[in-house]
């Protein structure tokens, strides 16, 4: 079955960094785009970056752009979250996404919270 395990959260202060990593198993990796999206308390559940399955075209939301980077690692079944000058309000659960046979799969989240 599809799974997808997040890891790489934690902890850092304003204008920190982190690293993101998802493994992926049970479907044909490198044949699906794939997404993290975040969830912040009280907020609904966003997208924030995306990236085709050859990794080719990526794409960002507007409050990420420039700081984050999607990239992802075929060979490993892995796909990445590098996230650069963090801000408080990047504070959320983030989540591993792929949409496959009409469905969406989710890993279990990893937390990343921002201290100002």
């Known amino acids: 079955q599809v799974q997808l395990v997040e890891s790489g959260g934690g902890l850092v202060q304003a204008g920190g960094s982190l690293r993101l990593s998802c493994a992926a198993s049970g479907f044909t990796f490198s044949s699906y785009a794939m997404s993290w999206y975040r969830q912040a308390p009280g907020k609904e559940r966003e997208l924030v970056a995306a990236i085709t399955s050859a990794g080719g075209y990526t794409n960002y939301a507007d409050s990420v752009k420039g700081r984050f980077t999607i990239s992802r690692d075929n060979t490993k079944n892995t796909v990445y979250l590098q996230m650069n000058s963090l801000k408080p309000e990047d504070t959320a659960v983030y989540y591993c996404?792929?949409?496959?046979?009409?469905?969406?799969?989710w890993g279990q989240g990893t937390q990343v919270t921002v201290s100002g």
């Open positions: 996404n792929v949409h496959r046979i009409l469905r969406d799969y």
